[in-house]
């Protein structure tokens, strides 16, 4: 079955640099999530979006910015990065965006900032 | 703001032996997930657990969900080293807000 696809799978960017992040959901799925974990830190949500339109938001900082586009692929774009943003970043996708739905969640991209 | 904890944080077991990790959250919820997280890979999911009372069990694993007592547990029945990984348990709040909010995880390491 198909799974959530995400690239790239690994990103090395020097601060203040920008990166960008795909996530590609479950075909038929129409609610992306975006998580980041910090080494030995549980996954914490960043944003989500259902039907193209955010749909809740955590705790992202300014700095970064989503989207969800009309063939339900997302991208996350970090700006100014800092080393405090290397990270695995975990997109998820569920269908109905309602709560319940179950949660697939992507390979991850690991991104490590320098 | 809902807060989830699991205990205990680290566990080191025998093979054979039986242990079981808890989660904790502070706000009511009727749908609680498991998923189990190898070294530098994904979240594979493991249950999900969505009623008072729910248990499900794959292999050596089993889960329960206790919605009143805000209680979910994950037994391991006689530990073999493959189940060696860090094991999360994450709570899907009330209708109206699909965020997951992950507990700390266990590490549990089998020991041979």
């Known amino acids: 079955a198909a799974g959530v696809i995400q690239s790239p799978r690994h990103l090395i960017k020097e601060k203040r640099e920008t990166a960008t992040l795909k996530c590609y959901p479950i075909?038929?799925?129409?609610?992306v999530y975006w998580y980041q974990q910090g080494p030995g830190q549980d996954p914490q949500f960043l944003i989500s979006f259902y039907e193209k339109m955010q749909s809740d938001k955590g705790s992202i900082p300014d700095r970064f910015s989503a989207q969800q586009f009309s063939d339900y692929h997302s991208e996350l774009n970090m700006s100014s990065l800092e080393l405090g943003d290397s990270a695995l970043y975990f997109c998820?996708?569920?269908?109905?965006?309602?709560?319940?739905?179950?949660?697939?969640f992507g390979p991850g991209t690991r991104l490590t900032v320098l | 703001e809902l807060k989830v904890e699991q205990n205990p944080l680290f566990l080191s077991m025998q093979e054979g032996k039986n242990y079981t990790i808890y989660c904790n959250y502070s706000t009511t919820s009727d749908r609680l997930y498991w998923y189990r997280q190898d070294p530098g890979k994904s979240l594979e999911s493991l249950f999900v657990?969505?009623?008072?009372?729910a248990v499900k069990q794959e292999g050596r694993l089993m889960a329960s969900l206790d919605t009143k007592a805000r209680l979910s547990t994950l037994h391991i029945t006689a530990a073999v080293h493959d189940l060696s990984a860090t094991y999360f348990c994450a709570v899907d709040p009330p209708a109206g807000n699909e965020k997951l909010t992950f507990g700390t995880g266990t590490r549990l390491t089998i020991i041979p």
């Open positions: 998820a996708s569920s269908l109905g965006g309602l709560a319940g739905d179950e949660q697939f």
């Open positions: 075909p038929r799925h129409d609610t």
């Open positions: 657990l969505l009623s008072n009372g």
